[in-house]
């Protein structure tokens, strides 16, 4: 249950509760110190700070490591959902949520009244519980994990009911009954009577202005004071006299029938004010389970959003966690209660490789080891409490299912135990429970005795460990421990990095390198005499000087390669920048361009739109011109006339579809020098001609159709090319496809002799062709015969969606037997 300390299950605290506690919990005597001494609970006071009320603070307070691999991953990952919403802005907030447990177990007590200032708590309970549903509901799409805690709630009558009888301060509303406003009504017109008559009283009185009595209350009975020496003191009950002795409170005779109206009045008001609490607590009882659904769903999203700000807060990122004994992947932690200080907190990174167990740490006092270890036990136990710890991207974790850390002095004189002592009992307690589930921690091991035997212990235990699978990370000073690497398979060095120019931690945690503990260094910079640091360092012995010696000259080329390291990236930084602002400009530019020359092919869009408008209706009037000459003219010369428009259709599909292309007239612009008597050009309008000659005045004399015309060179924009001779037929022959026409566009296509399948295929040959060539009509000849070309071709053009229109030609341009197409622009 959220609020049971130390993972305990409590259920029956508060009646009703819905357990919303880790399944599985990291338990015991043994663990709960481990926790303690990593400072768990003081990180989760921090993460509940963020909680918007003390119910939500509790249910923080009361998380504790779980070893639920399901659990633990649903819960980080709907942690991750909310913050990812809160990055982008979504101001998500829970409800506070009052302390309402005592209320809860009364109301389920058959027969219990609850008082107004009860009722006003569930009232605020269920506002809460409703708000927090409604928030639920918004976020759902983008944090589908929330649905989880919805739960069913009290009905809404509820609501009405309290909203009407209870006052924000837990009093019973006039309104809550008609019976109540009436009897509150009576006792206020009784009262009323009752001050007047005394306030008469008080005046008749004969005395000065100081000395004038009051009217007061004494035992639930309204009386008035009254010198005892004053000679026309009224007769009636002395309920009271001052401290003095010399002030007397009476209730007049003359007032006190007045007085028991009143008090008549006040019983029935009572009595009346009872029933309706009653039967509000009644109604609450009818709905207790609601009550205690909203609560457990209102404290579990509010535990829910003040991890999902405390994420946000510190940049935590979510790790991936794995069942024990998984790789260790730390990248990028920093030790949860050193965020939010003024100094800087150095991030570290830590990965274990496969077979890789045990980590032995050294280097110098104050350089960070202890703050390290305790960094690696909070990310693991935070993880399994279902909070995000301050680590960066690409973290992973296992699921340890025990903890064992030893840190710190535990030193008991009341227990009779030494330092080490104290240590070599956590070390046995470790040793035997220890397995591949596990995470050990322990700082400084081996130290509080001879350092030798402290060694060997030491290197006897860590190989224990390591081969019992344990993920351990040990502390130390010993030299003869930073060998343990090259004897141990499993374990790895590492060390935190210190200033050899300053003599200052930089905190810096490097892997597969063991530190140096600056002991010599730090005396000699705090004053200790030359002589003796002279005298301490021959005492060395020679193989740990020599040691020392190659770890300082690594150290010194580590430090000249981090900063050309440094110097680089930011060289590579500058660069970046630079080559982004230089693209930026030339985006700008590109911008710019594109939008001058999108206007410009918009613009030639549009007349080319409306060139093919004109077009259409100068089809449909050839056609009726055409069909009203075939008895006057040769059918050469009726086919001549449509090969023109035809001509001049396709110019127009062609120029539009150069335009949409992006070629301008600027690109495609010929000289004057160029231009040949015979040449075919194109002019800048779409019009298509011969070339003549070139005339003296620098103008080009064209042919266009039957027409001549003088044009200025400049308007020449490129070389149209002349279709073959067999193009320039508009008819396709039965038989020919359109591709047989050398690429020139065809309006016309004659189906006459073909069967129904060649037809069909034609067909839909001919408005594939048309399309592409982006040609606003088809005139289909399938004559008229038996009618099965006909059917043929009105069946592709009605399915064929691209066909905006189609009809038969008039009666004088072939009727029946001709089917004009007309495409959607």
């Given at each position: 249950?959220?609020?049971?300390p130390?993972g305990?299950?409590?259920?029956?605290?508060?009646?009703?509760?819905v357990d919303?506690g880790?399944p599985?919990?990291v338990?015991?005597?043994?663990?709960s110190?481990?926790?303690?001494?990593?400072?768990l609970?003081?990180?989760?006071d921090?993460?509940?700070?963020?909680?918007?009320?003390?119910?939500?603070?509790l249910?923080?307070?009361?998380?504790?490591?779980?070893t639920?691999?399901?659990?633990?991953?649903?819960e980080l990952a709907?942690v991750?959902?909310?913050?990812?919403?809160?990055?982008?802005g979504?101001?998500?907030?829970?409800?506070a949520v009052?302390?309402?447990s005592d209320?809860?177990?009364?109301v389920r007590?058959?027969?219990?009244?609850l008082?107004?200032?009860?009722?006003r708590?569930?009232?605020?309970?269920?506002?809460?519980?409703?708000?927090?549903?409604?928030?639920?509901?918004r976020?759902?799409p983008?944090a589908p994990?929330?649905?989880?805690l919805?739960r069913?709630?009290?009905?809404?009558?509820l609501?009405?009911a309290?909203?009407?009888?209870?006052d924000?301060?837990?009093e019973?509303?006039?309104?809550?009954?008609?019976?109540?406003a009436?009897?509150?009504r009576?006792?206020?017109?009784?009262?009323?009577?009752?001050l007047?008559?005394?306030?008469?009283m008080?005046?008749?009185?004969?005395?000065t202005?100081s000395?004038r009595?009051?009217?007061?209350?004494?035992?639930g009975?309204?009386?008035?004071s009254v010198r005892?020496?004053?000679?026309?003191?009224p007769s009636?009950?002395?309920h009271?006299?001052?401290?003095?002795?010399?002030?007397?409170?009476i209730e007049?005779?003359e007032?006190i029938?007045?007085g028991n109206?009143?008090?008549e009045?006040e019983?029935?008001?009572?009595?009346?004010t009872?029933?309706?609490?009653?039967?509000?607590?009644?109604?609450?009882?009818?709905?207790v389970?609601?009550?205690?659904n909203?609560?457990?769903?209102?404290?579990?999203?509010?535990?829910l959003?003040?991890?999902?700000?405390?994420?946000a807060a510190?940049?935590?990122?979510?790790p991936?966690?794995?069942p024990a004994?998984?790789?260790?992947?730390?990248?990028?932690?920093?030790?949860p209660l050193?965020?939010?200080?003024?100094?800087?907190v150095?991030?570290?990174?830590l990965?274990?490789?496969?077979g890789?167990?045990t980590?032995?740490?050294?280097?110098p006092n104050?350089?960070?080891?202890t703050v390290?270890?305790?960094a690696?036990?909070?990310?693991?136990a935070?993880t399994?409490?279902?909070?995000?710890?301050p680590t960066?991207?690409?973290?992973?974790?296992?699921?340890?299912?025990?903890?064992?850390v030893?840190?710190?002095?535990?030193?008991?004189?009341?227990?009779n135990?030494?330092?080490?002592?104290a240590h070599?009992?956590v070390?046995r307690?470790?040793l035997?429970?220890a397995?591949?589930?596990?995470?050990v921690?322990?700082?400084?091991i081996?130290?509080?005795?001879?350092?030798?035997?402290g060694?060997?212990?030491?290197?006897?235990a860590?190989?224990?460990?390591?081969?019992?699978?344990a993920t351990?990370?040990?502390?130390?000073h010993?030299g003869?421990?930073?060998?343990?690497?090259e004897?141990?398979v499993?374990?790895?060095?590492?060390?935190?990095?210190?200033?050899?120019?300053?003599?200052?931690?930089?905190?810096?945690?490097?892997?597969?390198v063991?530190g140096?503990?600056y002991?010599?260094a730090i005396a000699?910079r705090?004053?200790v005499?030359?002589?003796?640091?002279?005298?301490?360092?021959?005492c060395?012995?020679?193989?740990?000087?020599?040691?020392?010696?190659?770890?300082?000259?690594?150290e010194?080329?580590?430090?000249?390669?981090?900063?050309?390291?440094?110097?680089?990236?930011?060289?590579?930084t500058e660069i970046?920048?630079?080559?982004?602002?230089?693209a930026?400009q030339?985006?700008?530019q590109d911008?710019?361009?594109?939008?001058?020359?999108r206007?410009?092919?918009?613009?030639?869009?549009?007349?080319?739109?409306?060139?093919r408008?004109?077009?259409?209706?100068?089809r449909?009037?050839?056609?009726?011109?055409?069909?009203?000459?075939?008895?006057?003219?040769?059918?050469?010369t009726?086919?001549e006339?449509?090969?023109?428009v035809?001509e001049?259709?396709?110019?127009?599909?062609?120029?539009?579809?150069?335009?949409?292309s992006?070629?301008?007239s600027?690109?495609?612009?010929?000289s004057?020098?160029s231009l040949?008597?015979?040449?075919?050009?194109r002019?800048?309008?779409?019009?298509?001609?011969d070339?003549?000659?070139?005339?003296s005045?620098g103008?080009v004399?064209l042919?266009?159709g039957?027409?001549?015309?003088v044009?200025?060179?400049?308007?020449?924009?490129?070389l149209?090319?002349?279709?073959?001779?067999?193009?320039r037929?508009?008819?396709?022959?039965?038989g020919?496809?359109?591709?047989?026409?050398?690429g020139?566009?065809?309006?016309?296509?004659d189906?006459?002799g073909?069967?129904?399948?060649?037809?069909?295929?034609a067909?839909?040959?001919a408005i594939?062709?048309?399309?592409?060539?982006?040609?606003p009509?088809?005139?289909?000849?399938h004559?008229?015969?038996?009618g099965?070309?006909?059917?043929?071709?009105?069946?592709?053009?009605s399915?064929d969606?691209r066909?905006?229109?189609h009809e038969?030609?008039?009666?004088?341009?072939?009727?029946?037997?001709?089917?004009?197409v007309e495409f959607?622009p």
């Amino acid at each position: 249950m959220i609020g049971a300390p130390h993972g305990e299950r409590e259920t029956d605290g508060v009646p009703g509760w819905v357990d919303t506690g880790a399944p599985f919990p990291v338990t015991g005597a043994s663990q709960s110190a481990a926790f303690d001494t990593l400072e768990l609970p003081v990180v989760l006071d921090r993460v509940a700070e963020h909680a918007a009320g003390p119910q939500g603070r509790l249910a923080i307070q009361s998380r504790r490591p779980s070893t639920d691999l399901d659990w633990i991953r649903n819960e980080l990952a709907v942690v991750a959902e909310v913050a990812a919403l809160m990055d982008r802005g979504d101001p998500v907030a829970a409800e506070a949520v009052p302390e309402v447990s005592d209320a809860l177990g009364r109301v389920r007590v058959e027969g219990s009244v609850l008082a107004g200032s009860e009722i006003r708590l569930l009232r605020a309970l269920v506002s809460a519980a409703r708000a927090t549903l409604s928030t639920l509901r918004r976020i759902a799409p983008d944090a589908p994990r929330v649905v989880a805690l919805a739960r069913p709630l009290p009905d809404a009558n509820l609501d009405r009911a309290l909203d009407r009888a209870i006052d924000d301060h837990g009093e019973v509303l006039d309104g809550a009954s008609t019976a109540l406003a009436h009897a509150r009504r009576a006792v206020r017109s009784a009262r009323s009577r009752l001050l007047q008559k005394l306030e008469k009283m008080l005046q008749a009185l004969e005395r000065t202005a100081s000395d004038r009595g009051t009217v007061t209350l004494r035992g639930g009975r309204y009386v008035i004071s009254v010198r005892r020496d004053t000679r026309q003191r009224p007769s009636g009950i002395i309920h009271d006299e001052s401290a003095s002795q010399e002030t007397l409170f009476i209730e007049p005779s003359e007032t006190i029938d007045l007085g028991n109206a009143l008090r008549e009045a006040e019983v029935a008001e009572e009595r009346e004010t009872l029933r309706v609490l009653r039967e509000l607590t009644h109604a609450l009882r009818a709905e207790v389970d609601g009550l205690e659904n909203g609560l457990a769903m209102a404290v579990a999203f509010d535990d829910l959003v003040a991890r999902a700000k405390y994420a946000a807060a510190v940049g935590a990122m979510r790790p991936d966690v794995a069942p024990a004994p998984a790789g260790l992947e730390i990248v990028g932690a920093r030790h949860p209660l050193l965020l939010g200080g003024e100094a800087e907190v150095v991030p570290f990174s830590l990965s274990l490789e496969p077979g890789e167990r045990t980590v032995v740490i050294s280097g110098p006092n104050a350089g960070g080891k202890t703050v390290a270890l305790k960094a690696v036990g909070l990310v693991a136990a935070m993880t399994q409490a279902g909070i995000i710890p301050p680590t960066g991207p690409g973290s992973r974790l296992p699921v340890f299912r025990r903890f064992f850390v030893d840190i710190g002095d535990h030193q008991s004189i009341a227990a009779n135990l030494s330092t080490f002592s104290a240590h070599v009992r956590v070390l046995r307690d470790t040793l035997d429970h220890a397995d591949d589930t596990s995470l050990v921690l322990i700082d400084e091991i081996g130290s509080g005795t001879d350092p030798a035997e402290g060694a060997a212990l030491a290197e006897a235990a860590l190989g224990t460990l390591t081969r019992a699978g344990a993920t351990t990370l040990a502390s130390t000073h010993l030299g003869a421990l930073k060998r343990l690497a090259e004897t141990h398979v499993g374990v790895v060095n590492a060390s935190l990095q210190f200033d050899p120019n300053t003599l200052s931690p930089t905190y810096r945690f490097k892997k597969g390198v063991p530190g140096r503990s600056y002991g010599l260094a730090i005396a000699r910079r705090l004053g200790v005499t030359e002589s003796v640091l002279q005298e301490a360092d021959a005492c060395l012995p020679a193989g740990e000087r020599a040691v020392d010696a190659l770890l300082a000259e690594l150290e010194s080329r580590q430090e000249t390669l981090r900063r050309a390291e440094a110097e680089a990236t930011a060289r590579h930084t500058e660069i970046v920048k630079q080559e982004e602002r230089l693209a930026d400009q030339a985006t700008q530019q590109d911008v710019r361009e594109a939008e001058l020359d999108r206007r410009l092919r918009e613009s030639e869009r549009e007349g080319r739109s409306q060139a093919r408008a004109y077009l259409l209706e100068a089809r449909r009037r050839v056609e009726e011109a055409l069909a009203m000459a075939r008895a006057a003219v040769d059918e050469a010369t009726a086919r001549e006339a449509r090969r023109l428009v035809e001509e001049g259709v396709h110019r127009e599909s062609q120029a539009q579809a150069e335009a949409d292309s992006g070629t301008t007239s600027e690109q495609s612009r010929l000289s004057v020098d160029s231009l040949e008597s015979g040449m075919r050009v194109r002019l800048a309008n779409g019009t298509v001609g011969d070339v003549l000659e070139r005339r003296s005045d620098g103008r080009v004399e064209l042919r266009v159709g039957v027409m001549r015309m003088v044009v200025d060179p400049r308007e020449v924009v490129d070389l149209a090319a002349r279709p073959p001779v067999e193009a320039r037929h508009s008819t396709l022959p039965a038989g020919r496809s359109p591709d047989d026409t050398g690429g020139s566009a065809s309006l016309e296509l004659d189906l006459r002799g073909m069967t129904g399948d060649e037809a069909e295929a034609a067909t839909v040959d001919a408005i594939d062709r048309a399309v592409l060539l982006e040609q606003p009509y088809l005139r289909i000849i399938h004559g008229k015969g038996t009618g099965v070309v006909r059917d043929r071709v009105l069946g592709v053009v009605s399915q064929d969606g691209r066909v905006a229109r189609h009809e038969f030609a008039k009666r004088e341009a072939g009727g029946t037997g001709v089917t004009i197409v007309e495409f959607t622009p």
